[in-house]
């Protein structure tokens, strides 16, 4: 079984624009099952490596989608969340796959739901959610205070946070001549989040860090433009409402931490309530990053129920 991540590809969509993605686990086959992996917030889609060698066991195809505005992709003028489930399905056209379902960690969350909401269930079998952002109209109590602030600020004053983040991290990822300063900062970062997360982020001599680290570099490749355009869709109405989605039983499981402090469990909590037929699981000892470090395999066996086909 073909089990080598490809090298970073692209496609050209209609409009013109260009979105990047890579394979991991498996080739994609008419036989074997797909997932589509949305990263994180900012993130690419080379932040699905730590899901490469368990997906290949399972002989799953993971399909990692990098975002317009973020890494190669190219920006997409006023779009919204559900400007992205047509370009979900641009590319699994490209590639041939007529079936999929989905998983999304972290700022990946929304756009599980957005497919959920827009592609047809014939093409979309199911979802995983896994720390995902929710609408913050459900509250934000207990989430980080530069969180909160970002998504606050966001919808308001886009061009200040593009500004903030282009001065604080943009610039230090895109800085050749001190190669190792955007991973301290990166370091730094973790070093304040729960202990759940900074065991798995540290594990192995700081490999998920690394791959963090990477992911995040490339995202701001193109700048902080992109960056402030999604904390902007976070902050504001998202353009379908939570209790509008229709999925069956099975299809789509939210899974959280109750230590998670990017995204209290709480609203989490409320958003599953607002879903006909979600599943939630909701973890006590898990934080935001280390829930899909943990439970890596009983996600990836849950996504594979899904889209067997």
């Not at 969350?109 to 979309?124: E, F, Q, S």
């Not at 190792?180 to 192995?204: C, L, S, T």
């Not at 709480?266 to 599953?272: C, T």
């Amino acid at each position: 079984m073909d089990s080598t991540i490809s090298q970073d590809q692209s496609i050209v969509l209609p409009d013109g624009r260009t979105l990047c993605y890579t394979t991991f686990g498996t080739s994609i086959a008419p036989e074997q099952p797909t997932v589509f992996y949305f990263h994180g917030f900012p993130g690419t889609h080379s932040e699905a490596l730590p899901i490469h060698e368990a997906a290949s066991k399972r002989g799953i195809a993971v399909v990692g989608v990098t975002r317009p505005g973020f890494g190669g992709s190219t920006p997409q003028p006023d779009r919204d969340l559900l400007s992205f489930p047509p370009d979900v399905l641009r590319l699994a056209d490209h590639l041939g796959v007529a079936r999929f379902a989905a998983m999304g960690v972290s700022g990946g969350g929304p756009y599980v739901l957005a497919c959920l909401h827009a592609v047809p269930p014939a093409r979309l079998l199911g979802g995983v959610v896994v720390s995902g952002i929710y609408p913050v109209a459900l509250g934000m109590a207990g989430m980080q205070l530069p969180i909160r602030i970002l998504y606050n600020v966001a919808p308001l004053a886009p061009g200040l946070v593009t500004w903030l983040i282009d001065w604080y991290a943009a610039r230090a990822a895109q800085d050749t001549e001190q190669p190792g300063r955007y991973e301290r900062i990166m370091a730094d970062n973790f070093k304040g989040w729960p202990a759940e997360d900074r065991e798995v982020v540290f594990a192995d001599n700081g490999r998920l860090l690394d791959v963090l680290t990477r992911s995040s570099a490339e995202a701001l490749r193109q700048g902080a433009e992109g960056f402030a355009c999604e904390a902007k869709l976070f902050g504001t109405p998202w353009g379908f409402e939570l209790e509008d989605l229709r999925v069956d039983a099975g299809k789509l499981v939210l899974w959280h931490g109750s230590k998670d402090a990017n995204v209290p469990v709480d609203m989490a909590e409320k958003a599953s309530g607002l879903i006909p037929n979600a599943e939630f699981r909701r973890y006590e000892d898990e934080a935001h990053l280390s829930i899909a470090v943990r439970y890596l395999d009983d996600i990836l066996d849950t996504l594979a129920g899904m889209a067997e086909v």
